[in-house]
């Protein structure tokens, strides 16, 4: 993997002069994706699926064929069964709001969820629907036993990320969902972390459903992706109706599309959709274990210097290889918001702080938060040296 080369192609990285480590949030994005963008609207900025003339007909040519690609890069030989959303949480809600769910039914997620798969099981549960959590380690690795024995009978969907916001963790998801259908449970898994970051393949996983953003892996905001098996999406309930999600209506009859147009109500984010196309295949030339090997070399520097550091504490697991591309961090006597200023102010580092949208997990564990650096593709060895910099400069003058 050629760093020097993949940095020249980022134009944040070539003009800035601070060091970009939030990459969990939001990955910056290559020349390659905006100049897509840009073709888009320069060339083409018109309607697919809906005229017929040679402009919309692009459109329609271009989104058909970043869904092939989409399959492709996950997996998968049926196109039909990748949804565009625009972001994870969407594709989350579409399949906890439109499950065939009842009373007395159970819901199954682990304590360490981010709120995009924890809030809208709230909505549920006024139809009678009960909650459950599996328990993590204090560290928020992962147990198969406690899932074992939370996945009963009434269980009738698990609902669980692949890879934690906050430890990096990355759930079995394969044999999760051996286990979840054994008990008669679909499976739907967020995979807003796991996606950028690790090779993801549906038909290997055997999931029911599976959502995504493509804005963390290179692609432009407002695009996400909500992954089903034919029957899974055939059954499932539509979040929102309206143009494009109906194939005939009447004044008193409405005869739904099929999957995936059933889901992709108005207007699709094409411009994003298009740029998401050159996105994939800049990951799919790199190759998505290649990105794993190379995040974790970088958290073994990390690692290898916080050790030296007692008043840093890893909120997570201290191996580097169980943490992927994230590395969460207090330092004594400092509050994360604190060490996220001073951060960027001192050094021009720029990494997230807070409780990271999994408010349960730190309130559960007596944590007020996290700073978190997270690497991509496009960060190096220097970057990964100033961050530690930084971070020495701060608990030398403000630590306690």
Known sequence: MDVSKIRADFPTVRKGSSVYLDNACQSLKPDQVIRKMVEYYEEYPSCGGRSVHSMATRVSTEVDETREKMARFFGSDDPRC??????????????????????????LTSDTEH???HVQWFRVQERGIKRRFFRTSERG?????????????????????????VTGVTYPIKEMAEIAHDAG????????QAAPHIHVDMIDLDVDFYSASMHKM??????GMLYGKEEALKSLRPLMYGGGTVGLTTYDSVKTSPAPEKFEAGLLNYSGIIGTSAALDYLSDI?????????????RIIQEAIEEMPEVSVVGPE????????????VKGLSSHDVAVMMDSIGGVMVRSGMHCAHPFFESRNLEGS??????????????????????????????
């Not at 290179?218 to 695009?223: Q, R």
């Not at 190759?287 to 958290?299: C, P, T």
Request: net charge negative; glycine share 8%; aromatic share 8%.
């Open 371 to 400: 700073v978190r650096a997270s690497v991509y593709i496009y960060n190096d060895r220097g970057d990964i040296e100033r961050f530690l910099s930084t971070l020495r400069k701060i608990i030398k003058a403000f630590s306690k």
């Open 319 to 330: 191996d580097p290889a169980s943490r992927g591309g994230i590395f969460s961090f207090n």
């Open 218 to 223: 290179l692609a432009p905001t407002g695009v």
């Open 82 to 107: 990748f949804v565009f959303t625009k972001n994870a949480t969407e594709g989350l809600n579409t399949v906890a709001l439109g499950l065939d769910l009842g009373s007395g039914d159970v819901v």
């Open 141 to 165: 690795e992962f147990d198969i036993e406690a899932y074992k024995e939370a996945v009963t009978r009434d269980v009738k969907a698990v609902s669980v990320t692949q890879t934690s916001n």
């Open 287 to 299: 190759g998505m274990k290649e990105v794993e090997a190379y995040e974790i070399s970088l958290q």
């Open 185 to 192: 449970a679909v499976i739907s898994v967020d995979g807003a």
């Open 115 to 117: 709120n995009s798969n």
